[in-house]
C-alpha cells in the first residue's frame, strides 16, 4: 500500500522531533551543513513567484464540521481579543512569509499555522521553550539550521524560521501525503503520528481524533488551524470589521565586516530603534555579532547609503549581550532553581532559558549571574538610585550659625549620578530617569558610538528627585510643593496595536483613543507618543 511506502521515509529522513516535541535532542545545537535560506531584500513591489504545478499540493482542505464550529465560536468569543491582536500583526508578515512558502512550493495557507502557534510575535515563549512564529524547540531549530546563541535567536527571524518551517513541512508531506496529518506531526511530533497510522491502517485525521488517538491539543490543533484559516482570509464575515492592521514589512540588507550597536545606529540613521530592531528580531539585545566574517543586518528600504555610514561610527568596543528590554542581574543562591526564580520575578521558565541562553539539562551554579525580568515600578527605580547611586560625598560637620565654605563637594552635592549596570544602555538610562541620550551625552562628554562600560560614574541631570531646577515650584508660604507628576507616555513600537496597549496599561481603548483624540487607529505609526490617562479614571 501506497501509505506504507511513504511512511519509511520517516528514517531516511531524519525527522525527529519536531517544533514542540523532542524526543531525541538533548537542548545543545547541532551543526548545520548549510544556512538557512534568507531574503536580502524585500518590497511589496517584489513580483511573486509562480503558482504551483501540483494543484493537490498546493490546496490545503477546508473542512467544516463541529470540531472547526467550536473554535469558530471561541474566536468570535471568549478568544476574540486574540483573535483581533492576531489579525492585526498577521498583515505585517503576511506577504512575506507567503513569498517564503511559494518558493518553497508550499502552500500559502500554512501561514496561519503561525498565527495559531505565535499570534506573528517573534517574542513568543511557550511553556515547553518552543520560541518565535512558528515556535521551534532548541533542538528542531538547531536541526533546521537556525542559529541559537547568546546573542542570536533566528526562530524570532519571521524569513529564517519560515523558512525552517518550510523545510519541515516539505518532510512531514512527504511521509503523510496528507496536510493535516503533517500538522498533526507538527504539533506532536511524526513519530507518534506514524505509529497511529501504521496501527490503525488510515491517514484520515478526522478518523484517528475520533479514536482519540492523539493528545487533546493534537486533536484541537487542524480545527483550530481551520477555523484560522477561514476567519483570516475574510474576517468582516465573521465580525472582525474593525481591527486595526499593521503596515506590511519592507526592507533592504547591508553586508557589513564589523558587529555593531543597533540601537547607535538607529539613532545615528534618524530612525526608530524599536523599528529597526523589529526589521532585525533575530539578535537578543543591542549587539548585531558577525557570523563567520559578515554581518546580514536588515535596514529600511532605500536606505543603503546612510546605513553603511552608520554602521561605520557605531561598531562596539566589546561584542556583548546588551538588554533592550528592563533586566536586573541576579546571583543564583544555594537552594535556587529556575522555577523558584521565575516565581520571585513574576515570569515563566522558559523566558528565563529564553533570555539567558539556558539549555534544559544544564545545571545552574551558585553565584553565576542570570538577566531576570526587572519588576521595580519606575518611580521605585528612580528614588532608589536617588537613595543609594546618587547619594552626595560626605562633608565635615558645619557649626551652628557658620556659613558653609565654598567647594567642589558642595556642587557636587546637588548633582546626581547613575553607575553603569550590566545591560544598560544611554536609551534605556535616559528613559529611567525622563531625559535624553543628547542630554546625558553632553553632561558626561561622552563622544557619539561610545559604548558604556559597566561601573561608569554617569552625571544625570538635576529635576524633581530633591534638586533644585525647574521640576520644583514654590508656594506663597515658601514650602517646596512638587508638580503634578508627568503623564505617562508610550511610544508605540513595531506589532503594537491600540488593543494591545490597552491590555497592558489595563485601561479601555475607548479611553486611549478619547485622550490622544485617535479618529482613526489604522493611522498609529511605530514611534507615535500616546498619552496614558490614569487608571483611576475608568472607574
Known amino acids: 500500500m501506497r501509505w506504507i511506502c511513504n511512511l519509511t521515509l520517516v528514517g531516511a529522513l531524519a525527522l525527529s522531533g519536531c517544533a514542540h516535541k523532542n524526543s531525541s535532542s538533548n537542548g545543545e545545537n547541532v551543526d548545520n551543513a548549510a544556512a538557512v535560506k534568507d531574503l536580502q531584500s524585500f518590497h511589496l513591489s517584489d513580483p511573486e513567484a509562480p503558482e504551483l504545478v501540483d494543484r493537490e499540493l498546493n490546496i490545503i482542505p477546508t473542512e467544516v464540521n463541529p470540531m472547526v464550529d467550536k473554535w469558530v465560536n471561541y474566536f468570535q468569543g471568549k478568544g476574540r481579543r486574540h483573535m483581533e491582536r492576531y489579525l492585526a500583526r498577521s498583515t505585517r508578515y503576511e506577504k512575506l512569509m507567503k513569498k517564503v512558502l511559494r518558493e518553497n512550493g508550499l502552500p500559502e495557507d500554512l501561514f496561519y499555522i503561525a498565527l495559531i502557534e505565535s499570534g506573528f510575535s517573534s517574542a513568543a515563549v511557550s511553556h515547553a521553550s518552543a520560541v518565535g512564529y512558528w515556535q521551534f524547540i532548541r533542538g528542531t531549530g538547531s536541526r533546521y539550521g537556525l542559529e541559537i546563541s547568546k546573542l542570536v535567536d533566528e526562530r524570532r527571524d519571521p524569513v529564517l524560521a519560515t523558512q525552517a518551517a518550510a ?41 484517528l481524533s475520533r479514536r482519540a488517538r492523539f493528545p487533546k491539543e493534537t486533536m484541537n490543533y487542524v480545527p483550530k488551524f481551520i477555523a484560522a484559516k477561514m476567519i483570516g482570509k475574510d474576517p468582516a464575515k465573521y465580525g472582525f470589521d474593525d481591527i486595526d492592521y499593521l503596515p506590511p514589512i519592507e526592507y533592504d540588507t547591508v553586508i557589513l565586516e564589523k558587529p555593531v550597536n543597533m540601537r547607535i545606529m538607529a539613532e545615528k540613521m534618524n530612525y526608530n530603534y524599536e523599528d529597526f530592531k523589529a526589521l532585525n528580531p533575530k539578535f537578543k539585545g543591542e549587539i548585531a555579532p558577525l557570523k563567520g566574517d559578515k554581518l546580514d543586518l536588515r535596514i529600511p528600504a532605500g536606505q543603503r547609503e546612510l546605513a553603511v555610514a552608520a554602521a561605520a561610527d557605531s561598531v562596539p568596543e566589546t561584542v556583548e549581550y546588551i538588554a533592550d528590554v528592563d533586566t536586573q542581574v541576579y546571583k543564583i543562591r544555594r537552594g535556587d532553581n529556575l522555577s523558584t526564580i521565575a516565581r520571585r520575578f513574576r515570569t515563566t521558565v522558559a523566558y528565563l532559558r529564553d533570555l539567558n541562553d539556558i539549555p534544559k539539562g544544564r545545571r545552574l551554579r551558585v553565584g553565576q549571574a542570570l538577566y531576570v525580568p526587572d519588576r521595580t515600578p519606575l518611580r521605585d527605580r528612580r528614588e532608589r538610585s536617588a537613595r543609594t547611586v546618587n547619594r552626595p560625598p560626605k562633608m565635615a560637620p558645619i557649626a551652628a550659625g557658620s556659613a558653609p565654605a565654598a567647594s567642589s563637594s558642595a556642587a557636587d552635592s546637588v548633582n546626581r549620578f547613575h553607575i553603569v549596570q550590566s545591560g544598560d544602555s544611554l536609551f534605556t538610562i535616559a528613559r529611567r530617569y525622563g531625559t535624553t541620550i543628547q542630554e546625558l551625552s553632553r553632561l558626561n562628554n561622552l563622544r557619539r558610538g561610545r559604548v558604556l562600560k559597566v561601573g561608569m560614574r554617569l552625571r544625570l541631570p538635576t529635576d524633581d528627585l530633591g534638586s533644585p531646577g525647574k521640576s520644583q515650584n514654590r508656594s506663597a508660604g515658601g514650602q517646596g510643593r512638587m508638580t503634578r507628576p508627568r503623564p505617562r507616555i508610550h511610544v508605540v513600537r513595531a506589532g503594537e496595536n491600540l488593543t494591545g496597549i490597552a491590555e497592558r496599561y489595563s485601561i479601555e481603548v475607548t479611553a486611549l483613543k478619547k485622550r490622544n483624540k485617535i479618529r482613526n487607529p489604522a493611522h498609529i505609526a511605530a514611534g507615535a507618543r500616546l498619552i496614558i490617562p490614569p487608571v483611576q479614571a475608568q472607574d
Do not use: I, P, Q
Open 167 to 207: 523545510d519541515y513541512f516539505k518532510g512531514l508531506y512527504s511521509v503523510f501525503g496528507s496536510w493535516y496529518l503533517a500538522m498533526a506531526s507538527y504539533n506532536t511530533g511524526e513519530n507518534r503520528v506514524k505509529r497511529e497510522v501504521m496501527k490503525h491502517e488510515t491517514r484520515d485525521f478526522w478518523e
